[in-house]
């Protein structure tokens, strides 16, 4: 029956999704909703793209093990990347009126950096989109009962967002983003008073987190520990801000109102409702003590995502488990319909059109569609290759590439005049090969690499820049110099002529 009823949930938004395609005409509909979402969807749209299935499953399943301090990247580095972007990014890129982040590269610093960011940009969503697929693949498995494989329920679920993502693109993304968004936060609030019952109140679900040090948010005051808390910290803020379903939400807002205080209320509105699942799971130590000691005895973070899921069919009524599984649902599919679109549309503005310039709209479109079914078999059988990796772990990888390769060529050219396409070189080039270095290299244990890599991106944007111009001052002063010199040498030798 739960099964059924999932099922039917899945046709009524691929039905809503496909009644919003009608108003897709052209690629800027498809793209960026012909911008005309007003602020309330602009805040249900963000919110809902990072509300996902590492929300709901992978941070509650970090939080148990590491509290607060091991959610640092997200909620929180994710949450504050939405607040950035509305306080300093949005209104610049808004006012440039362009289709992609990727357009914004080329107009600052040339098609070689379009290029290059666009790829970069393009695989840091395969472990994201990856991620969402993971979750939906657990969801079938769980709610059949095994009767449904892991990798069969990857299938089901891509092909239900594919469904109108492949023909209402961001129009139908917006629309169904509004309405499942409802569905979660109704849900997941209910089912937090619901289990704060079970466990005896709210205030022992607390209490048992404050005694297990669950609220501790602060590193220890050691090197090694500040370290690696910031490097966790900055790459969601930092690594997102650069990506394309951020600035497609910000593009696709009617005015610079709500393009600007849109992610900001959703950044601030998802920081506070991601404690949610963590506290639902706090209730499940309560609850179901035995099964949680199980379930994270075996040290695997895959099987402590399952703790939520098992609450809700083993101790909840079949009414909770509808609730908990739409907004389950809800989140999966409208992060992943978000994350399926953006790179689609990055492929085909940016890369695509370097070969095929002179395309009809019509025909961009299609190739848009036919980009997006592509993109979709990619990352199903990615996420099929990974199981069993953790859904947080997929998320927060995903972003470290964005973060050493696209994010200081964006923040620099847009506040520091000074920055030019070859300091745009060095950067991306500095930053992706030292990431890579400390990555696959012992280093690596001693230093974060997303940090070691930016840091090196920031030095090769300064370099890059300021370089050529000192050398250039440099030989313009010599030059100054030895003609200075000439001249003197010259009147010496017409004084002593003169005076011979």
């Not at 070689?112 to 697929?133: D, P, R």
């Not at 109704?186 to 089912?191: Q, Y």
């Amino acid at each position: 029956m739960l099964l059924t009823l999932v099922f039917g949930y899945l046709l009524i938004t691929i039905a809503i999704g496909l009644w919003a395609a009608k108003r897709v005409k052209n690629t800027a509909d498809f793209a960026i909703a012909g911008r005309h979402l007003p602020l309330v969807m602009i805040v249900t749209t963000t919110f809902a793209t990072w509300f996902g299935s590492e929300t709901v499953l992978g941070i509650p399943a970090t939080f148990i093990t590491s509290g607060l301090h091991g959610v640092v990247e997200d909620p929180f580095g994710a949450g504050t990347c939405l607040i950035l972007v509305g306080i300093f990014f949005a209104a610049k890129l808004y006012r440039m009126t362009l289709l992609t982040i990727s357009d914004y590269y080329r107009e600052r610093f040339g098609r070689t950096i379009e290029v290059t960011c666009s790829l970069v940009i393009i695989l840091s969503y395969l472990g994201w989109v990856a991620a969402q697929v993971t979750a939906l693949g657990l969801v079938f498995n769980v709610l059949s009962e095994g009767a449904i494989s892991k990798p069969l329920g990857m299938v089901i679920g891509t092909g239900s967002i594919l469904a109108y993502t492949l023909f209402g693109g961001m129009w139908s993304v917006a629309v169904t983003d509004f309405i499942q968004m409802i569905i979660l936060v109704i849900g997941l609030f209910i089912l937090a008073v619901f289990a704060g019952h079970q466990a005896g109140g709210a205030d022992k679900v607390i209490a048992l987190a404050t005694s297990k040090d669950l609220f501790k948010f602060l590193p220890e005051p050691s090197a090694s520990e500040i370290v690696g808390f910031i490097a966790a910290g900055m790459t969601m803020m930092l690594g997102s801000i650069p990506q394309q379903d951020v600035f497609q939400r910000v593009m696709s807002a009617k005015d610079i109102k709500a393009a600007t205080r849109g992610p900001v209320i959703g950044g601030v509105c998802y920081i506070v409702f991601a404690f949610v699942p963590m506290f639902l799971v706090t209730s499940a130590l309560i609850i179901m003590p035995d099964t949680v000691a199980k379930l994270m005895a075996t040290g695997v973070k895959a099987d402590s995502q399952m703790i939520l899921p098992t609450l809700v069919r083993d101790h909840m009524p079949f009414v909770m488990q509808v609730l908990f599984f739409g907004a389950l649902l809800s989140a999966i599919k409208s992060t992943a319909s978000a994350t399926l679109l953006a790179p689609s549309v990055t492929f085909v503005e940016n890369i695509w059109r370097q070969f095929f310039p002179r395309q009809a709209d019509k025909h961009e479109l299609r190739t848009m569609r036919i980009t997006v079914l592509i993109f979709s078999a990619c990352v199903c059988a990615y996420a099929i290759a990974l199981q069993g990796t953790p859904i947080y772990e997929q998320v927060s990888g995903a972003y470290q590439v964005t973060l050493v390769g696209a994010f200081v060529p964006l923040a620099a050219g847009l506040y520091w005049k000074r920055a030019t396409t070859q300091g745009a070189i060095f950067s991306i080039v500095l930053g992706v090969l030292a990431w890579l270095v400390f990555l696959y290299t012992p280093a690596g244990a001693t230093f974060p690499p997303q940090l070691a890599g930016f840091l090196m991106a920031i030095v090769g944007m300064v370099l890059g820049s300021l370089g050529p111009q000192a050398i250039r001052n440099t030989q313009a002063s010599h030059h100054r110099v030895v003609g200075v010199e000439s001249v003197q040498h010259a009147a010496a030798a017409h004084g002593a002529q003169v005076s011979r």
